[in-house]
């Protein structure tokens, strides 16, 4: 697209810490996305970051969407490193060029090689070619001339069994094995390196495990992010994962004494040891000497110390291998050992660690930290021949020491061989069976990760300071006042608590997620599969929620948690928020969607396992649920999820949602030139992928689809209530005859409502608005109104609190009084499975009735929670000025 128009003068875009106020420091920079007034930006050239009422900043912009007239929609945004951050906000600035940065990225490329250097550390990245192998993410990181890290590579250990008896089996290392390096950003304030390839068995040519690793470098800044995606593509009756982790190999210098392990414990605690150490000893080495050994620093000359200790160094054990495992949410352990083939000692234990290790000497180190480290349990820490002139540091993602990876079925399929069977089986566990598709093959999972150039051991604080920064990271936001001026991401405002009536509103959704946020923990919801989600729905009598039945465990974004609280964050800013919905988005958009394989592109409906169920459906895998995270981040990797979706209107042709239960199944087969096509879940995946991808990108074929589709929803005889629409698969268009009505409870909650407002907002399409409103305005409707425009009262009309916001949208695009009074007795009044009028009960169960203590609110489902809270949001939004005048 080619912007029109010109830049108009003095936009501001006002920021914000999520966290509230501007950290004390910013070693690694700050990365973030940020919308632009329609119209208002030709281009990243005029932008500025300045701090408020003060000067401006060095800076680098890069398009992330653009508006249908070219104008910048979103940008990302990065400044690099400072010991004095301070408020900032964007603005546009013809008059003054923005100042250059005294720490700029270069990116510089030779034969065999790339080097990114800024001008503080320097990483030399190996390039693979027709006659090179590359098995390292890079070979060598130097900070101040001195090589801190070299090698950094993946490492994995793979196993074909899995003892009953607990006994051991055999393990088979693997490593990286690098096919691409590409650099997607080289500067002046960030580089970017993008990294494709895959784990190559040691002895042997088998590889498995793709995988995508970006390194992340910031101007200033002696701190790498490391964002690392593995696909799991094995065969789950023979692949156990045994290991998965990165390592790298550490030179060191210094005498043994001089050489520091430091491992992060639970709540800013460490276990900071020298590899040898010189205190506790019969005899004193000298203060001096313990008290620079304690902090860190190089130890006074030997001709300083006590020569009763000095003469007998030799005596005194090293300790060159160091481990902690994270083998559960509750605890941690560190062991350390003088060598291979000596025992262990156990050295310290705790609850939860925070994900960091490192090895120094006074002339520097490195070191490794995960971000989630505990959350996403089973983790490893490893320290080994820290004793010797080269050490290595893993972290390891997935623990050797725990028990390897299991992702087989977990049951036989209980005789479900037919359709029939498995429908039957929906009465009673709600679960989707059907033989072959519990397969976790495909499904991806995504860490974050921080490197660490250090040039002297840090002091403590230092790095306490840093492993907060790990785990919580600084992160620039534009302000909720200024995300909702820009109408962006359809309907919704910011919180308003201007009468009784809202504020018990608005108290209703701070109860809601506070209880979802009190229930990740109270349940235990983490590890390396399932951080991130939630469970659908709750078991009164065990006072648990139904992990183990069926359909109703994991929640796969049933009913649009994401989007419940990616509003939520929008409109309130809060940083607990924020982080819960980060963390949904990173687990649905790669473990509940595949990558790979033959339901690419699809994601998985709510089971006991996330890839369990056999409903592999596009209203999983919707963008939707992706976006907002990712214009607020500027996130690469989320970037991938929707570049990946482009062509995912293909699945239709060899996997369709509706096979089970559609009532022409006996004459049903896929065309490509007339796909089975539902208008509600279907569609409005589709449509939030094309729509995302045309912002994005550009891309005239998605542009084309999604607007072509929306005409032919406009030209259908009955529009969105057809329910399905014929789909022509090379053309990107709906046949627009088909005369009939269907109408699902499903369509508009798995992110219809949010697409269509944001469409008819964004484009103007013949009939397409039209459509929309006739749906949100019969869908709640009498049944003598629903017969007099469809020719019969509508079935299948549920969720009627959830479909509340159908009807305001109508009243507030039509000015009809009635509907807006039909939208909040439907919110207030009907609503499904929630406690009528809010009438919510947290109650507290003690032992020994649960395992341990734990909140339950009985009226609650996430189902229920995900659309109260949406509903809630958008009527405020649409209609909150008629909400005084409804009786109550």
């Given at each position: 697209m080619t912007p029109t128009g010109h830049t108009t003068d003095h936009t501001t875009v006002p920021l914000r810490w999520l966290d509230g106020a501007a950290p004390d420091a910013l070693p690694g920079g700050v990365t973030w996305g940020a919308p632009l007034p329609r119209g208002a930006v030709a281009g990243v050239d005029a932008l500025q970051v300045r701090i408020v009422d003060g000067a401006p900043v060095p800076a680098q912009f890069w398009p992330l969407a653009t508006w249908p007239d070219g104008s910048l929609k979103w940008v990302g945004a990065a400044i690099g490193a400072t010991d004095e951050p301070a408020e900032y906000e964007i603005v546009t600035d013809a008059a003054s060029a923005a100042p250059e940065s005294h720490a700029q990225i270069g990116v510089s490329r030779g034969g065999s090689s790339l080097v990114v250097d800024n001008g503080l550390i320097e990483l030399e990245i190996d390039l693979p070619g027709p006659h090179a192998t590359v098995d390292t993410l890079f070979r060598s990181l130097t900070r101040g001339g001195t090589v801190v890290a070299e090698n950094v590579r993946l490492v994995s250990l793979l196993q074909s069994t899995v003892p009953e008896d607990g006994g051991a089996a055999v393990r088979m290392p693997y490593r990286s094995r690098i096919s691409v390096v590409e650099v997607e950003q080289e500067g002046p304030i960030r580089a970017v390196v993008r990294i494709e390839g895959s784990h190559r068995a040691e002895s042997g040519d088998r590889e498995w495990l793709p995988f995508v690793v970006r390194l992340v470098v910031i101007a200033g800044s002696a701190e790498i992010r490391l964002v690392h995606t593995v696909i799991w593509d094995g065969d789950a009756e023979v692949d156990f994962l045994a290991g998965l982790g990165v390592r790298a190999d550490v030179p060191l210098r210094a005498a043994l004494h001089d050489r520091h392990v430091r491992v992060a414990g639970a709540d800013g605690g460490f276990h900071s040891e020298a590899v040898r150490g010189l205190t506790g000893l019969r005899r004193d080495p000298g203060v001096d000497v313990r008290a620079a050994q304690i902090a860190g620093r190089q130890t006074p000359p030997l001709a300083e110390w006590n020569t009763e200790v000095s003469h007998r160094l030799d005596l005194i054990p090293s300790w060159g291998d160091v481990t902690l495992t994270q083998l559960s949410a509750d605890g941690f352990s560190i062991r350390k050992r003088t060598a291979p083939g000596h025992g262990w000692v156990d050295a310290g234990a705790g609850t939860r660690a925070e994900g960091f290790v490192s090895l120094s000497d006074p002339q520097g180190g490195f070191g490794i930290g995960v971000r989630s480290f505990w959350q996403s349990h089973p983790g490893q820490l490893d320290?080994?021949?820290?004793?010797?002139?080269?050490?290595?540091?893993?972290?390891?993602?997935?623990?050797?020491?725990?028990?390897?990876?299991?992702?087989?079925?977990?049951?036989?399929?209980?005789?479900?061989?037919?359709?029939?069977?498995?429908?039957?089986?929906?009465?009673?566990?709600?679960?989707?069976?059907?033989?072959?598709?519990?397969?976790?093959?495909?499904?991806?999972?995504?860490?974050?990760?921080?490197?660490?150039?250090?040039?002297?051991?840090?002091?403590?604080?230092?790095?306490?300071?840093?492993?907060?920064?790990?785990?919580?990271?600084?992160?620039?936001?534009?302000?909720?006042?200024?995300?909702?001026?820009?109408?962006?991401?359809?309907?919704?405002?910011?919180?308003?608590?201007?009468?009784?009536?809202?504020?018990?509103?608005?108290?209703?959704?701070?109860?809601?997620?506070?209880?979802?946020l009190g229930q990740i923990d109270q349940r235990r919801w983490y590890g390396f599969w399932n951080y991130g989600d939630v469970m659908h729905a709750y078991d009164h009598d065990r006072h648990v929620w139904r992990y183990d039945v069926g359909g109703y465990a994991w929640d796969n974004s049933e009913l649009s948690p994401d989007l419940w609280l990616w509003y939520s964050y929008l409109r309130t800013g809060r940083a607990d928020v924020f982080r819960l919905a980060e963390a949904m988005t990173r687990h649905t958009g790669e473990v509940d969607v595949y990558h790979l394989g033959r339901w690419k592109g699809l994601g998985s409906r709510h089971n006991v396992q996330h890839w369990g169920c056999s409903a592999k459906q596009l209203r999983i895998s919707s963008p939707i649920y992706r976006r907002i995270f990712y214009y607020l981040t500027a996130d690469e990797r989320v970037g991938d999820l929707l570049t990946e979706l482009r062509d995912s209107d293909e699945r239709f042709l060899d996997t369709d949602p509706t096979r089970k239960v559609r009532t022409d199944a006996a004459t049903y087969r896929p065309d490509r030139a007339a796909l089975a096509v539902g208008l509600g879940t279907d569609w409005g995946a589709l449509a939030a992928t094309w729509l995302a991808d045309w912002e994005r990108t550009g891309n005239e074929r998605s542009r084309d689809r999604l607007l072509g589709t929306m005409a032919d929803i406009g030209a259908l005889p009955h529009g969105f209530l057809t329910g399905e629409a014929l789909y022509d698969l090379d053309s990107g268009r709906f046949e627009t005859t088909r005369d009939r009505v269907a109408v699902s409870h499903l369509s508009a909650v798995f992110g219809l409502v949010e697409v269509c407002s944001e469409l008819i907002d964004l484009v103007d399409v013949p009939g397409f608005a039209d459509a929309w409103n006739h749906y949100c305005r019969l869908y709640l409707a009498s049944a003598a109104e629903q017969t007099a425009a469809a020719g019969a009262p509508l079935q299948g009309i549920h969720l009627e609190q959830a479909h509340s916001r159908l009807a305001a949208y109508a009243a507030k695009s039509t000015g009809d009084a009635g509907l807006g009074a039909l939208a909040w007795r439907a919110f207030e009044g009907v609503g499904e499975w929630l406690v009528h009028r809010r009438d919510f009960t947290l109650r507290r169960i003690e032992a020994p009735h649960v395992l341990n203590p734990v909140d339950e609110v009985p009226s609650v489902s996430t189902n229920d929670a995900a659309q109260y809270g949406l509903a809630a949001i958008q009527n405020l939004a649409l209609i909150g000025d008629r909400l005084e005048t409804q009786s109550r």
């Open positions: 320290v080994r021949g820290a004793a010797g002139e080269r050490a290595e540091l893993t972290a390891w993602l997935h623990a050797p020491q725990a028990q390897p990876m299991d992702v087989r079925f977990y049951h036989d399929g209980l005789g479900q061989d037919t359709f029939a069977s498995q429908l039957d089986a929906l009465e009673i566990t709600y679960e989707d069976y059907e033989p072959g598709f519990g397969d976790a093959h495909g499904v991806a999972r995504t860490h974050e990760l921080t490197l660490f150039a250090f040039d002297a051991t840090p002091p403590i604080e230092k790095l306490a300071s840093a492993v907060d920064r790990l785990q919580r990271p600084p992160l620039l936001q534009p302000t909720p006042t200024h995300l909702h001026s820009v109408r962006v991401f359809g309907d919704w405002a910011p919180v308003e608590r201007s009468s009784p009536v809202r504020a018990e509103i608005e108290d209703s959704i701070d109860f809601l997620l506070e209880f979802y």
